[in-house]
């Protein structure tokens, strides 16, 4: 078995010198759920400027960034034996811009509030939801580039893809059961702190990854699914492949560097909470760095040149993020899992331990005085209340509800609410405020109302 297979047969043209990481990477760029990333929450509200990121503008910098990674891995250890088995910078793009796919609207909000909605009831088990395994259920199932096998992508790109390599039935404590809160007496609140999912994959794609999973021996297998369980938390898984863990340091690279970008330029961290939160001795390798290459620019005071240029004009700003994205990048390494046979498992790329520090200081001021604050808050709660309204009022006549093309899968399904899932997780956040205005606004609205 090849990892470079595909679950449906398929052959390209003689005439066509693409590899299956070309291919994968177009049909990655090509595809309907990519493009409507551009409609997803980042962080910060659509709408209400045209400066930062989005999760489509994120997931494309995951991508460069995570074959940057890979190429500096190949210059920075020649003769390692992980090396050998790099992706190349076709198959890593797509890994990397297929990461975010499976989120719903309105983030990790959204992300709880279809947990809820896909709780366990006494009728069905539904499954849950979590945004990772519906990434990988939108590349094996939802996309139309074959006839059963989704996006049908090669067996190498579906392991990259594959951040979690447990299902939610064996990741979940069934002690958090999603629930709401108690206290409101005229509100229906949910409990984030119980509906919050576990990281895994949705139980419905069981097969897509046992056949992700096929050419690892038996041990390999069992080893790479194994859980580290907590008291009172859903269980983690403990590994990834190669490919993955070079596309989710990328991604954390992205977050903390270019989150923190635009948050500062949009004037919501300021440089006193900066020194705060992220203190010269956080930013060490950092300082050093600079201090080697560039021993005049700065004199004595090397973190506060940092910090002028990082709350600057953005010219500096700029100049700073740029190098601030080097030094992650320059810092990754293999690391060895001795108990796997298969290379794509046995090795990973990680950070070194103080670039590591640093980088979790700029992502630790980011969530808490941006993801934390409440003016994000605000709209979290309020758009998760809007995907459990549009979701239950779907749910309880799905025929006259669902537009066509859904309503068909959900037929075809026999009425399973995976589907009606699938749907409301589709939906950009515009798309599901405007289903939620023209289910429950109280203008008349019209049939001519563009979705």
Same mark, same amino acid.
């Given at each position: ?23 994968? %990477? ?5 595809? =309907?759920?990519?493009?409507? !990333?551009?409609?997803?929450?980042? /962080? @910060?509200? $659509?709408? +209400? ?118 299902? %939610? ?5 069934? =002690?958090?059961?999603?629930? !709401?809160?108690?206290?409101?007496? /005229? @509100?229906? $609140?949910? +409990? ?260």
């Amino acid at each position: 078995m090849s990892w470079l297979e595909r679950r449906e047969g398929w052959q390209p043209q003689g005439e066509d010198a693409r590899d299956e990481g070309d291919i994968d %990477y177009a049909r990655v760029i090509h595809s =309907a759920s990519f493009r409507r !990333l551009q409609g997803k929450t980042q /962080i @910060l509200n $659509l709408g +209400d400027s045209d400066f930062y990121r989005t999760r489509l503008t994120h997931s494309l910098e995951v991508a460069q960034i995570a074959g940057g990674i890979a190429k500096q891995l190949a210059k920075s250890f020649p003769n390692h034996p992980a090396t050998s088995v790099l992706p190349n910078r076709s198959l890593i793009h797509a890994v990397g811009c297929t990461h975010d796919l499976g989120h719903p609207p309105f983030g990790h909000g959204g992300e709880v509030a279809l947990n809820y909605c896909m709780r366990d009831s006494e009728a069905k088990i539904t499954g849950g939801f979590e945004g990772n395994g519906q990434t990988l259920r939108i590349l094996s199932r939802l996309e139309n580039f074959s006839r059963s096998a989704g996006a049908n992508l090669s067996r190498r790109s579906l392991l990259g893809v594959l951040k979690y390599p447990v299902p %939610y039935s064996k990741a979940r404590n069934t =002690a958090l059961v999603p629930s !709401l809160i108690n206290g409101p007496s /005229i @509100l229906k $609140l949910i +409990d984030t702190e119980s509906s919050k999912p576990p990281k895994c994959y949705m139980d419905s794609e069981e097969d897509v990854v046992a056949w992700i999973l096929a050419p690892l021996t038996p041990t390999d297998r069992d080893n790479f699914q194994k859980l580290k369980t907590k008291a009172g938390k859903h269980s983690k898984a403990q590994h990834k492949s190669l490919d993955c863990s070079i596309m989710d340091a990328a991604d954390d690279i992205a977050y903390g560097v270019h989150d923190l970008e635009d948050a500062i330029a949009l004037k919501l961290i300021t440089e006193a909470q900066f020194r705060d939160s992220v203190s010269e001795e956080r930013c060490g390798s950092f300082l050093d760095a600079l201090k080697e290459k560039y021993p005049r620019e700065s004199a004595n005071d090397v973190y506060g040149k940092m910090v002028d240029a990082l709350f600057g004009d953005s010219g500096s700003r700029k100049h700073f993020v740029s190098r601030l994205v080097h030094h992650f990048v320059t810092a990754m390494e293999f690391i060895e899992h001795g108990q796997f046979t298969e290379p794509l498992i046995r090795y990973r790329a990680s950070m070194k331990a103080h670039q590591r520090g640093f980088l979790d200081a700029l992502k630790e001021i980011t969530i808490q005085n941006v993801i934390k604050s409440p003016g994000v808050q605000h709209l979290e709660f309020k758009g998760q209340g809007m995907v459990v309204a549009v979701f239950e009022a779907i749910q309880s006549d799905p025929a006259r509800l669902l537009p066509p093309d859904a309503l068909a899968r959900f037929e075809k399904s026999s009425g399973d609410l995976r589907t009606v899932c699938d749907f409301v997780a589709g939906m950009t956040d515009s798309y599901l405020l405007k289903t939620y205005e023209r289910l429950f606004a109280p203008r008349m609205g019209s049939v001519f109302d563009k979705l």
